[in-house]
């Protein structure tokens, strides 16, 4: 089945510099990637995703990356603010063949300090 | 918007006690899900369910079981609670669709604590 490794498993930057989150993923068939963000206390919500069918994607400050061929997508945060802070889950999924789970990696927690 | 409720917030229980976790979407969505989530392990999977009355295993179903008889309810049941299930256990929804790529929509999570 699908593996998916996520790093790092904490990550600390200064308000205004940039973030990157990088997961792999084992499956090649797998063709969907969502991230979700869960703020502390929070539930897990939908920030961005990416289709295999392109190899990048970007709303407002944050992207994610995609490399089909090496098997890994990132995210990408830029002018990193306090609210950025919380834990990212990237997940990997494919689509349209009978039944599908998505599959998460184990969660990077952003620390933005002001 | 959809709205994933659970039945609890904070429950703390005994061990050996049966114990039901329960969860109410309103969006009619055909799929249900139910993780646990623990520090370092992520969302780890334990019972899915894409139609009433039926569930699939997910990747740690050791300790539960499930029940889906209405469309918008998923059950989760620890038949005999242990301390090693003390975590935080959340609910999903998500369409049978692919309008979305089958967007997830979680509840707000139960943090269960078996003494």
């Known amino acids: 089945g699908e593996n998916v490794e996520q790093h790092p498993s904490t990550l600390s930057v200064q308000e205004g510099d940039s973030a990157v989150i990088k997961c792999t993923y084992s499956d090649s068939a797998s063709n969907y990637f969502p991230w979700y963000k869960q703020e502390l206390g929070k539930r897990p919500q939908l920030i961005i995703d990416?289709?295999?069918?392109?190899g990048e994607k970007k709303d407002q400050r944050i992207a994610v990356t995609l490399n089909k061929t090496a098997k890994h997508f990132s995210l990408h945060i830029t002018e990193t603010q306090p609210e950025d802070s919380a834990v990212y889950f990237c997940a990997a999924i494919k689509m349209n063949t009978g039944f599908q789970k998505l599959v998460f990696g184990t969660g990077t927690r952003l620390l933005v300090s002001p | 918007d959809v709205k994933v409720t659970q039945s609890s917030r904070y429950l703390v229980k005994r061990t050996g006690e049966k114990v039901f976790l329960e969860c109410v979407q309103d969006?009619?969505?055909?799929?249900m899900f139910w993780y646990r989530q623990d520090p370092g392990l992520g969302l780890r999977l334990i019972y899915f369910s894409y139609d009433v009355k039926m569930k699939e295993k997910g990747d740690i179903p050791e300790g539960y079981s499930v029940s889906r008889e209405k469309k918008e309810r998923f059950s989760l049941i620890l038949e005999s609670a242990s301390t090693n299930q003390t975590s935080m256990y959340l609910c999903?929804?998500?369409?049978?669709?692919?309008?979305?790529?089958?967007?997830?929509?979680f509840g707000p999570g139960t943090r269960l604590t078996v003494l």
């Open positions: 990416i289709r295999s069918n392109v």
């Open positions: 969006m009619d969505h055909e799929n």
């Open positions: 999903a929804s998500s369409s049978g669709q692919h309008r979305r790529g089958n967007e997830q929509f």
